[in-house]
């Protein structure tokens, strides 16, 4: 099931929008996929993250991904939580195991993104 | 394993898949008149023929009677047993197996080495090698690039002038910029790195600094101080350090160092001029997600048993491909597998006694070459198993010395101009009162 109230990208981040800040994290696909996760490079608060650029990695026990910035903005908080618990992403990908928050710099950015339907028919769900 | 060649049949798919008429058309590039046509190979010869002519060849090498030289390379006893481990059929092979966790043998010797490292460095983990100390040295510059984010590293002129080159060149593709701390040459000066010289390259955009210890003239650098001007602007402190002598001085990880680089080939390995010699690395745990190379773990099995294997692969090339911590290097497994034979086999008193030995010649052949007033102390600072000597006609009479067999150490003035007429001189265990003897006699004899 994928919460309707997100906005997802085509490289299985989602983000969700609070006043002019986003939270982003991966998907449930994107982490079942990777398998359980180990550890994530986490960005530096006060970071500029650009749509679509890299922005931190995510290692599993079989596979290391880049993770894409789904909306460009500045970091204004990182899930210091995933450092311990990096499994958090497993678990609960769409809540715990979010990984930033960022000031959105462009809400127009979020306007390209994929919404849960689309998303859904993407990831073939 | 089979090994099945392919087939004309195999090659006519393969050429069929990508579109491409005939072998030949795949060097279609190479333009004719650079293509290689015709080797000037001698005949063919026989068994005996071939042996008789590399023996001829192996003649010319020339082995000295006597010898000061050091300059990076040691010559040390290397006990027997060294060789008969290396020798192992199952270790007698240079290269990571690549199926690794099949070969538990070879994954506990790296193992220990890596132990070793940490044990010597006071470091928290080591990797399991490098080709030598300088591409170790080099791979530390970037690793301090990553791990601060910054594209700038600053090194000091008393490092080796050779591992400053291979910095260099490291650093010439992704676009870093060297920049270099003048060591204190001045007449009566220390030798050493000046603190308030680095500090004064050092900011906020720098990622490391590199300083040698013993330093390329055997000074005692002050690394502390060094670290703590590194620090203080958020850079690392690489320390480039000389293994034995980690018997006597204070341990880098002690003194605040945060990446560890040695040359490795006074552990056991022989000099056979210049090589293969094997790179030491180590770190802070905190950094291990940036460290270059092959790191070994251990683990339990399925049934608990304790295990091997090649951990942290996340950061090596065949998984993160362009993004790997390094691309250009690997592990040195036989010389590792050296060294760890070595230093198992002197164990720590040994260690000490080959640094102290050392030491005590160095300063017999300092001060055989004062008391004859043939030579005097160029640089002030305490020295470890090195000195360098202001000897008046420094370079032609190394050069009639070289004519009888006698290496007298290293002309610095190849590398530093300002170091006139000064012969940079190491002694060992090895290094004999008789051979010191002669050394003065020697330089004596082309006043």
């Known amino acids: 099931m994928l ?11 989602w983000v969700r929008v609070d006043g002019d800040q986003a939270t982003i994290g991966i998907t449930k696909f994107a982490a079942d996929e990777l398998g359980d996760i180990v550890f994530v490079e986490l960005p530096e608060v006060g970071a500029t993250l650009s749509q679509f650029a890299t922005f931190g990695v995510v290692e599993s026990v079989k596979a290391v991904s880049d993770l894409y910035a789904p909306v460009s903005g500045e970091v204004v908080a990182v899930n210091d939580a995933l450092r311990d618990s990096p499994e958090l992403m497993n678990s609960d990908p769409f ?6 928050r960022v000031r959105v710099s462009d809400p127009g950015e979020l306007g390209g993104l994929l919404d849960a339907g689309a998303y859904g028919e993407l990831i073939g769900s | 394993m089979a090994y099945t060649p392919h087939t004309d049949a195999d090659h006519a798919r393969m050429l069929g898949a990508i579109g491409v008429a005939s072998i030949e058309d795949l060097f279609a590039d190479i333009p004719p008149a650079v293509r290689a046509t015709r080797f000037a190979l001698p005949a063919p010869m026989a068994e005996q023929e071939v042996r008789g002519e590399l023996s001829r060849i192996a003649a010319r090498n020339a082995v000295p009677r006597v010898s000061f030289l050091g300059a990076g390379a040691y010559r040390h006893l290397v006990p027997a047993v060294v060789e008969e481990v290396i020798g192992r059929s199952e270790f007698a092979t240079a290269y990571t197996p690549y199926q690794p966790e099949v070969s538990q043998g070879t994954l506990q010797s790296i193992y220990e080495f890596q132990s070793l490292i940490c044990e010597l460095t006071g470091m928290e983990v080591a990797s399991a090698s490098h080709y030598d ?38 650093c010439s593709g992704p676009g870093i910029e060297v920049i270099e701390v003048p060591a204190d040459l001045a007449e009566g000066g220390s030798g050493l790195t000046p603190v308030e010289a680095a500090a004064s390259v050092l900011t ?47 341990a880098p990880g002690d003194h605040g160092a945060d990446i560890v680089t040695a040359e490795g080939q006074p552990l056991g390995i022989p000099l056979s001029y210049g090589g293969p010699y094997v790179g030491l690395m180590a770190a802070r745990m905190a950094s291990v997600r940036q460290m270059p190379g092959r790191l070994v773990g251990a683990t339990r ?3 608990g048993r ?20 390094s691309n250009i290097c690997t592990n040195q497994a036989l010389c590792a597998l050296a060294a760890t034979a070595y230093l198992s086999a002197v164990g720590p008193q040994g260690l000490r006694e080959v640094a102290e030995l050392s030491m005590a010649q160095t300063r017999h052949t300092a001060t055989a070459l ?23 006609h420094a370079a032609r009479r190394h050069a009639e010395l070289a004519a009888q067999g006698i290496v007298a150490g290293y002309v610095l003035e190849r590398d530093y101009p300002e170091l006139g007429d000064t012969l940079l001189l190491a002694a060992t265990e090895l290094t004999s009162d008789e051979e010191i003897a002669s050394l003065v006699e020697a330089l004596e004899a082309t006043r």
């Open chain 1, 95 to 100: 809540g715990e195991g979010w990984i930033a």
């Open chain 2, 204 to 250: 906020d955009e720098v990622a490391c600094l590199v300083a040698q210890q013993p330093n390329f003239f055997g000074g005692i650098e002050p690394m502390a101080e060094l670290a703590e001007a590194a620090h203080a602007v958020g850079a690392q402190l690489v320390a480039h350090v000389e293994p034995t002598s980690l018997a006597v001085l204070a």
């Open chain 2, 133 to 170: 100390g300088a591409t170790a040295a080099a791979e530390a510059a970037l690793m301090a690039c990553r791990l601060t984010r910054r594209d700038r590293i600053a090194i000091s002129s008393a490092v080796h002038p050779q591992v400053r080159a291979v910095i260099r060149t490291y």
């Open chain 2, 370 to 392: 004062e008391e004859a007033g043939l030579a005097e102390r160029r640089f002030g600072a305490p020295y470890f198993a090195e000195v360098a000597m202001r000897v008046p």
């Open chain 2, 301 to 303: 099995d399925a049934q």
């Open chain 2, 306 to 325: 304790r295990g091997y294997v090649l951990t942290l692969q996340a950061r090596e090339q065949h998984i993160r491909r362009e993004k790997a911590a």
């Open chain 1, 3 to 13: 919460p309707e109230d997100l906005r997802y990208s085509k490289e299985h981040e």
